[in-house]
């Protein structure tokens, strides 16, 4: 069955740069939730689009953006980048009318140097 | 904001022994979901729970919605060594779209 769908699965970047990561929902899935993750930590709610509208707002920085586009993938832009964005990004979608259960891609490990 | 307390933290068991844990929280959920992850890996859904008192199984898996809502146990049965891991709680309030995740709980199993 397909999957939750995440690239890159790795990305270093400078401090201060840019980074976008993408997200593929499982195919007929219509919320997407991010996630970070940083080391021995819990998942933190980032964002989540229901039908490509913002549905939730966890603590993700003013200096992050996130879209969900029409063909239901989304991505998550990240600028001026700092050390401590460093971390483990999850994607998960769901199908809302089906139980809401959330399945998770492998993830990006974003490392900023 | 809302929290969710797992525990135990972290268990070293014997192989084929049983295994519980659980998730406790001062708010009320509509929907349990149990994961399990791996190093460097994305969590992998185990079982969802969506009525209070539920009790579903998933092989040597059993979890449990609370009554009150507010909380959650998993029990794994005669463990293995491939059930180490980190397991977590997330749970969903009505009208959200968003999951909260519990601490986990680490497990490891002695072979």
């Known amino acids: 069955a397909a999957g939750v769908i995440q690239s890159p699965r790795h990305l270093i970047k400078e401090k201060r740069e840019t980074a976008t990561l993408k997200c593929y929902p499982i195919p007929r899935h219509d919320t997407v939730y991010w996630y970070q993750q940083g080391p021995g930590q819990d998942p933190q709610f980032l964002i989540s689009f229901y039908e490509k509208m913002q549905s939730d707002k966890g603590s993700i920085p003013d200096r992050f953006s996130a879209q969900q586009f029409s063909d239901y993938h989304s991505e998550l832009n990240m600028s001026s980048l700092e050390l401590g964005d460093s971390a483990l990004y999850f994607c998960a979608s769901s199908l809302r009318s089906f139980g809401w259960e959330a399945f998770f891609g492998q993830g990006t490990r974003l490392t900023v140097v | 904001g809302q929290q969710l307390n797992q525990s135990p933290q972290s268990m070293f068991i014997q192989e084929g022994e049983d295994v519980s844990m659980n998730c406790t929280s001062s708010?009320?959920?509509?929907?349990w979901l149990w994961y399990k992850q791996d190093p460097g890996e994305g969590p992998v859904l185990l079982i969802a729970l969506y009525k209070a008192g539920e009790l579903t199984s998933n092989g040597r898996l059993t979890a449990q919605f609370g009554i009150t809502r507010k909380d959650s146990f998993l029990n794994i049965s005669a463990s293995i060594p491939s059930d180490v891991g980190i397991y977590f709680c997330a749970g969903q309030t009505s009208g959200t779209y968003k999951y909260i995740f519990g601490t986990g709980t680490r497990l490891k199993v002695l072979a």
């Open positions: 708010s009320i959920f509509n929907t």
